[in-house]
């Protein structure tokens, strides 16, 4: 089954009713006698904490996208990585991982290190530098995201990965940005992908939700999350499974609107500087082409305006379209800012370094008619 068909029917649902939709099993329990049934990858299906067919439904469209032999739903992309860095983790492990990456998962790293003693090394986001680092602290995991949040830096995966696989270590890559219609991290030597699916994956905003997929199934992983708790909901696994449905159109018009909105504002004269994989100008252009196969490159772009944190409020207030808030990747067109929301957690010497600046917003661009998009982005930016 190709991937765009997998999106949609990749669950394998039958029934003896012949619905080629998997319904949604609200219970909390299953009939045991003896030994517990057994679900289709041979876990227990006795207790909704452990194991649910409709979650079961989504995680093989999940597997199937990314190129797995199994997944796991969570509840969050946060319950999918805190799970799967507690599974790997013990104290005196190194971890290594980027200065930039999304804040709260920069956050919990740091919460390992205080409370359970992992030493979490942070690498400037750039190949080298990752590699170097690979190759200097020996590390028990490496954690990547594919495109940096939030000012989208791409680094080379497969040298990375290589790096990381000849020092032993594990690697698990977050997919969110880029999703699997630009790459698959496994088939290039992850271990791990994890997903927040609450962006493209459900893809309407209307949804928390994490994955985690994996070269095989992984019991202990399934163990973890069954003794932390954080399995997805049966109506939320619902809602993920409709909306992955349209995850190929739905990413490729965004990925469209947002190069036309990046080629818009590039131009802009209230506009500093565009932060684009798909423009030519953004410092990882090459490694994205190469990556990603040229023609798409995601629907989240970041600018940096004539400006500063009072002309960005002011251009935040006059969107009439534009939902000012935070995440990513729904159908509505969304702008965060991020030194507020998602980067705060990063420490300022490291936003600087970074150049997650005072005046740098990130856009999220969605479904809408893009000559809207574009028309409230002007009328914003006339504003400030
Ligand atoms: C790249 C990335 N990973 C993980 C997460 C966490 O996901 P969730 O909000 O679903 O817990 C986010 C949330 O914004 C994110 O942007």
Request: charge should be negative.
């Amino acid at each position: 089954m190709r991937r765009r068909t997998a999106a949609i029917r990749g669950h394998g649902w039958s029934d003896q009713f012949g619905s080629p939709l998997p319904p949604v099993y609200l219970t909390a329990i299953f009939e045991q006698i003896g030994e517990a049934r057994k679900s289709d990858r041979g876990m227990d299906l006795k207790y909704a904490r452990e194991e649910n067919p409709t979650v079961r439904a989504f995680e093989r469209i999940m597997a199937s996208l990314e190129s797995g032999g199994d997944a796991l739903a969570f509840n969050s992309g946060m319950a999918s990585i805190s799970t799967l860095s507690v599974y790997l983790l013990k104290a005196g492990d190194v971890l290594l991982t980027t200065k930039e990456a999304y804040g709260t998962t920069l956050k919990w790293f740091s919460a390992l290190g205080e409370k359970f003693d992992v030493k979490v090394v942070k690498a400037y986001p750039d190949t080298e530098s990752v590699v170097e680092a690979v190759k200097a602290v020996k590390p028990k995991a490496v954690f990547l995201e594919t495109m940096t949040n939030p000012t989208l830096k791409v680094l080379d995966l497969p040298a990375i990965i290589k790096a990381a696989k000849d020092a032993g270590a594990v690697v698990v890559v977050d997919n969110t940005f880029a999703t699997p219609i630009l790459i698959n991290p496994l088939a290039l030597g992850a271990d791990y992908v994890v997903h927040s699916a609450t962006k493209y994956i459900a893809g309407h905003n209307d949804v928390v939700g994490g994955v985690v997929v994996s070269k095989d199934v992984d019991r202990d992983l399934w163990t973890y999350r069954a003794m932390l708790g954080g399995i997805m909901q049966p109506f939320e696994a619902f809602l993920c499974l409709r909306g992955v449905k349209t995850l190929f159109p739905r990413f490729e018009m965004q990925s469209r609107n947002a190069k036309a909105v990046a080629e818009f504002l590039a131009e802009h004269s209230k506009v500093k500087e565009v932060l684009y994989p798909g423009l030519p100008t953004h410092r990882d252009h090459e490694v994205a082409k190469r990556l990603f196969g040229g023609e798409l490159y995601g629907g989240v772009l970041s600018f940096r305006i004539r400006g500063g944190r009072a002309e960005v409020e002011r251009l935040l207030s006059s969107f009439k379209v534009i939902t000012p808030s935070p995440s990513l990747g729904g159908v509505e067109t969304i702008a965060t800012y991020p030194i507020l929301s998602a980067a705060s957690p990063i420490p300022p010497e490291d936003r600087e370094e970074l150049g997650i600046t005072e005046d740098l917003i990130r856009l999220s661009v969605g479904l809408e008619d893009v000559d809207d998009i574009i028309e409230d982005l002007d009328r914003a930016l006339a504003s400030i």
